[in-house]
């Protein structure tokens, strides 16, 4: 890349002169004899500092802490993570990414995407209250399959109890705006009960949250995206169950099954802002048209595990997964829509659903070799059947034909331990076979109905990665590492758009799979009081996938050679104040990509704010002492000035701070009572994804939340 990591100087002496606020929580990860915690999402049962790769955890109490503040565990991820982009607060989670590029969200290891059309839903399939942790892996691999060219953000859901009897869990929340508003008031509830009994155990849950509208720092409703879809103004189901049963002291068969539905109300309609004057987008009462945008994720997962077969771990799973995705409609802006011979232009009403269903296995075994205790070999195979359409739902037309997505993928992964752990060298491949199958289809009339032959295009793939690690004494490690990632582009995106004829899906190139190569050099220092680290990476892509907005707020995919490369950087000391923690965070983040007519390999433009993170700085301390607990937390999301050939300087983005505060007392037998306020200087801001795209619509110009109240009362048993 042309441009260099800049360093700031007043951003380092921020770091050491301010007082830096973290994170603090009990670790509950799994761990090994010696207490190091296993990423399961790893899909190995070495510790962390056996693996050349950045990766964090947010326990259960972080997490719960950070849902009281922000609402969602994607909000959670996002606020606790420098490199991840700054949510959009809705639906949709189109254009954040991680580390500049999109990220895999699992549970349990099961992908969330839909990889033939990514309606960018995969961030709100599950409710917080269930998931146990959160596995953060930084940069592209291939690790749990396809997608993860960003990272893995895997939601590992509640455990067995560990216990015969009863117990259980009940979580009552109040959220309301500044202003305590009524249509603002919002409420959930939520519970769990857990029932062990010698070899069987069983856990059941429920939850259910209303969120009422959200208001800005000025006091004005925040505008609804009535088209990509609302958390705001909207009601969330969620049903959970987990049977388990222990064959032997290793082994386990457990079934866990999900229904998640999140559905937007439809009581307000957008009211457009103005870019000139800065006033935002808004709301007021009113019945949008048609259903109102809503996401269901419903799932069942089956498990085989045994921690010790014949030496090794043994790992196996098959899983269901069905989604439908309803985005609303609006008449004027998407032109996409419209067709003459159904109804004159300018009054046809339509509005899509994404319909997906994934069939999966996964299967790996890890043991030791036998003689040579030093090195850990593990062998497994992944699957995956993916079927996707995208309809219009209104007039009954296809947008995206059913696109049947079917991948098989062999791996193996080793890891040599040398000099009793002095260093560790870490290797593996996977063998990534695809294929696509798309029948005959014809397109929209905005896209000049035009009939594309369809195929069954085939694309292999051997993935590989490998690195080092140095370990001279414990607590103090550095590594380098290469991964490759490998995903498909939004393929929906891609067919619907073909405007020209003669045209086979066999032979259209713009659907080949996104081949992206991660390069890491990381330095981490945990030792007594200071947990610290740093790591440089740098990515390329020569045909990764970038959304370029065009008329009626619609984004294309374009495939163009993209470079990213970063700085993190992040700072724990534990005082000698008993309970307080300080800590900071920095993150920088340069994207650029080949903009030119004629592509010639060379990046000669920034990536937008659609697809890259602004720089951040991230400042907190949280404070433990017996049953108190609190937590302070500042993000100074940095402007940014995008250059290049193709660049808007409206687009350029200007900043902002947002500060949150959170403090729970446990009252033992009667549970924990916590208050959380967010945003609780009450800053006026237009969020990130607004304020670096789309420069002319001012029905997408989104302020974020002003300071918000929640109440929440937490009881085990």
Known sequence: MRRQLGFVPSIIAMMAAESAFAQSADTDAPGDAD???????????????????????????????????????????????????????????????LRGRSPLYAINGIPQSTPMRDGSRDGFTIDGFFVDRVELIYGSNALQGIGGTGGIVNQVTVGAPKQDGISGRVLLQGTADNDFSSDGIGGKAAGL??????????????????????????????????????????????????????????????????????????????????????RPTSAIKGDAPGLSAASRTESVALSLTDTNLGGGNFVSQIFFNRSRDTFGGEIAPIATFQDARIAPVGTLFDQSQNRSRKLGAKISYERAMPGLEALTLTAGFDALLDKTAQLLIATNRVWVPPSDFQSLAPFGQANLKLFDGVLRLAGGVRWENVQIKI?????????????????????????????????????????????????????????????????????????????????????????GPLDASATYFWSSSDKGQLLIARAGGIFDVQRQRVEIQGLEINLGVQTPIKGLKL???????????????????????????????????????????????????????????????????????????????????????????????????????????SDTRLPTDNLAFFAGRGRTFTLGWDYHF
């Open 35 to 97: 207490g190091s915690i296993v990423v399961t999402a790893a899909r190995t049962t070495l510790p962390v500092n056996a693996l050349p790769l950045t990766i964090d955890i947010i326990t259960k109490d972080a997490l719960d802490q950070q849902i009281a503040i922000s609402g969602s565990v994607t909000d959670a991820v996002a606020t606790l993570t420098p490199s991840f982009s700054p949510t959009r607060q809705k639906l949709s989670g189109a254009g954040e990414t």
């Open 193 to 278: 009960i857990q029932y062990k009994a010698g070899r069987f155990d069983a856990t059941v849950g429920a939850a259910y949250e209303k969120r009422g509208v959200f208001y800005d720092g000025d006091g004005r409703r925040v505008g609804l995206n009535l088209t990509q879809g609302e958390t705001q103004d909207s009601k969330t189901t969620n049903l959970f169950a987990r049977l388990g049963y222990a064959l032997s002291d290793t082994g386990r068969l457990d079934l866990i099954a999900s229904r998640y539905e999140m559905k937007g109300e439809g009581d307000y309609v957008a009211v457009a802002g103005s870019r000139l004057t800065g």
């Open 439 to 527: 029948d005959d289809f014809t397109t929209l009339a905005s896209s000049n109905s035009t009939f594309v032959s369809g195929g069954k295009p085939k694309f292999s793939d051997v993935l590989f990665n490998g690195g080092v690690i140095i370990e001279p004494m414990p607590g103090i490690r550095a590594y380098a590492s290469y991964a490759e990632g490998f995903t498909v582009p939004d393929i929906g995106r891609i067919t619907r758009a073909i405007n020209r004829p003669g045209q086979d899906i066999d032979t259209f190139l713009d659907i080949s799979p996104i081949i992206s190569n991660n390069r890491e050099i990381g330095v981490e220092v945990k030792q």
């Open 583 to 689: 800590s900071a965070g920095y993150a920088h983040i340069l994207g650029r990509y080949d903009a030119s007519t004629v592509p010639d390999g060379i990046v000669d433009t920034d990536l937008d704010g659609t697809n890259i993170s602004p720089d951040r700085l991230n400042l907190a301390a949280s404070y433990i002492n017996g049953p108190l607990s609190a937590r302070i937390q500042t993000q100074f999301y940095l402007s940014r000035t995008f250059t290049g050939l193709v660049r808007d300087p409206r687009n350029d983005f200007g900043g902002y701070t947002l500060t949150d505060a959170s403090v729970r007392y446990n009252f033992g037998g009667l549970g924990a009572i916590s208050l959380s306020a967010q945003n609780i200087f009450n800053k006026q801001y237009i969020d990130y994804n």
